[in-house]
């Protein structure tokens, strides 16, 4: 038996075929654990969608018309309000180690029963990672790969000695949203504070150089 919480996940689509995001559709609209917000067929018209109207989590097609999904979480990286993506695609080869190498919450096989993708939208909204089975070593070896484009930048200027009002100002952002950037820094580094952070940046950039 579903119980209904007393405010329902906002929830936002995306696929490229049409039949599958009518299915889905109907599927979360029957749902009432969940609010679905606006579907879109493209990555360009979700991100505008989603720009305009924040949701808790996004559903998205890895091939996603036209730019991908890969790039789509990327992009999305970079916006505080960003909803939690799970990608919805066929469980083939590496598929699901990329999705989670890109940045998404969760990976559902198309192959699935349909209440897998249910019951995995709604554990990524409760703050959870949900992926198969996958061996995650590979993906730890370079954890600055995981940064975004900010994240890189602010780790470049920290090594320079920039101070949080320094990066505010050099960024064009407040300082709490430095502090927010610095948080998810240090989380996706597995460092503490300010000084693990720099003394990681050099490690990493010595030739052949281990930041382990």
Known sequence: MVNAPAAPIT????????????????????????????????????????????????V????????????????????????RLVVYGDDAGDLPKLAMKAGAAGFVSR?????????????????????????????QQDPISSLSRKERAILESLSKGMSNRELSKALGISTNTVKFHLSNLYDKLSVKNRAQAIAYYYSSQMPGGSAE
């Open 60 to 83: 998205i097609d890895w091939n996603l018309p036209v730019l991908r999904a890969a790039k789509l979480i990327e992009v999305l990286r970079e916006h505080d309000n960003a909803p």
């Open 11 to 58: 929830i936002m689509l995306a696929d490229g075929n049409p039949l599958v995001l009518s299915a889905m559709s109907e599927i979360f609209e029957r749902d009432p654990r969940f609010s679905l917000v606006a579907t879109s067929a493209t990555a360009e018209g979700f991100l505008g969608l989603v720009m305009r109207v924040p949701v808790q989590v996004g």
């Open 111 to 139: 192959s699935g029963a349909v209440e897998g993708l249910l019951e995995t939208c709604v554990d990524v909204a409760a703050g959870k990672m949900v992926f198969p089975f996958i061996d995650v070593r590979g993906l």
